[in-house]
């Protein structure tokens, strides 16, 4: 147990970054090594970037490139945004970050919860295209004179705060006995700043590379080939270009992790270590297991929790996101079912019962983001389908028809369709603007809207 001290007072937030403990991991297989984890979720910001937004941000300001009530920009997957909205808030700083799309509904609700302004643009364009990321950012940047933009690809700074930072804590903490520093590449300071500092305090000290699958990078540091970049679901890790940054001579072997891989290790790493963690942090953690399970002697082996999963609940910890992702599976029917994004059957969807109140109706729409939900009476029997249309002419109706019961409101004439019938079956369901009622005239199944026949489509190309 640690011995009690007196903590700290700070007097600014941006003074907690940094110095964050490092955790052995205990209940994973880690074949002969030990395996140790840098808690960068713990910064203020709840990732590694605190470090780089401060360090970047306090040398354009030393440079002069910053004024004061100037205009920070840049392009950021979200991790790099919400650390330099953290320092735009506490400095008096505007700042518009440049997202690709792909980017979690959390982090962009971050994002605006501090203040700062959103572009989203397309994540299916390469560097070179006009909606590319970093090259709109650059040019919004170029239009304001009063602009700042970060270029954390381009900015040595990146580098500078990892190798005087991130890389001499993680030595002091390892007592100077690491063998191994296993990281991903976003904008390639992490790696790029831990593994320059490492190598010229221990040049044996492996640096490996983890590397989502589609990612140009993992195929040039082990084959010396360039590729061309595919497409990945974890977010903040991985790229389809060399960050002018990024020094490739650092790493010495690559590990390529496909996303679900990532997604299961990092769910993993929840349920036995107890740490919520990113979706980059489940390529690291796969890449730092596999990594020490191939070792035949002990080695002591560094990773990092480079965020915190808080931003990725709507995602990787969603069964249901998992699920229509194609991630997480259930037993194949070979019929109709098979469609069901909510099996009732199963207990995952949600549903109504006809004696509640249509407000409750309303808050279930909205919680789960859905526009329609089944009414089942307490034998579990199909009474009815209440959708937003529904709730409508009822509240145009009568201004106080929420307080009315769901049964006053529904529709009770239900046309169902058998888990036996044909997809082609559905389209005049959907043509004539229905939800399909999946019923075997005994039991209720649930619902198949034309989003979730789309997803089916998807997943079946």
Known sequence: MPTATTAPVYSSILDTIGNTPLLKIQRLD??????????????PGQSIKDRIALTMIAAAEREGRLRPGGRIIEATAGNTGIALALIAAVKGYRLTVVMPDKMSEEKMAHLRAMGAEVVLTRSDVEKGHPEYYQDMAERMAAKDANSFYVNQFGNSNNVKAHFEGTGPEIWEQMGG???????????GGTIAGVGAFL???NPSCEIVLADPVGSILAPLVNEGKT?????????????????????????????????????????????????LAGSSVGVLMHAALTYCRRQ???KR??????????KYLSKMYNDFWMRDQGFLGRTPTGDLRDLIARRHDLCEDFVLQPTVPLAIAIRRMRLFGVSQLAVLD???????????????????????AADATVAEHMVTRVETIAPSKPIGDLFPIFRA???????????????????????????QG
């Open 199 to 201: 190598k010229a305090h």
């Open 227 to 275: 590729v061309k970049p595919g497409s990945w679901l974890v977010e903040g890790i991985g790229e389809d270009f060399v960050p002018p940054i990024l020094d490739l001579k650092v790493v010495d072997s690559a590990i390529a992790v496909s996303d679900a891989e990532a997604f299961a290790s990092v769910r993993e790493l929840l349920r036995a270590e107890g740490i």
């Open 177 to 187: 006995r690491i063998d191994a520093f296993v990281a991903g590449v976003g904008s």
């Open 433 to 459: 603007d229905r939800v399909a009622v999946v019923h075997d005239g005994s039991r209720f199944y649930g619902l198949i809207t034309k989003i979730d026949l789309i997803n089916h489509l998807r997943k």
């Open 296 to 298: 035949r002697e002990p």
């Open 301 to 310: 082996v560094v990773t990092l929790i480079c965020d915190s999963g808080a």
């Open 30 to 43: 880690t074949g002969p090594c030990e395996l140790f984890a840098k808690l960068e979720n713990l910064n």
């Open 378 to 400: 307490a034998n579990d029997t199909l009474v009815g389908i209440m959708d937003e249309s529904d709730v409508l002419l009822a509240l145009a109706q009568r201004p106080n």
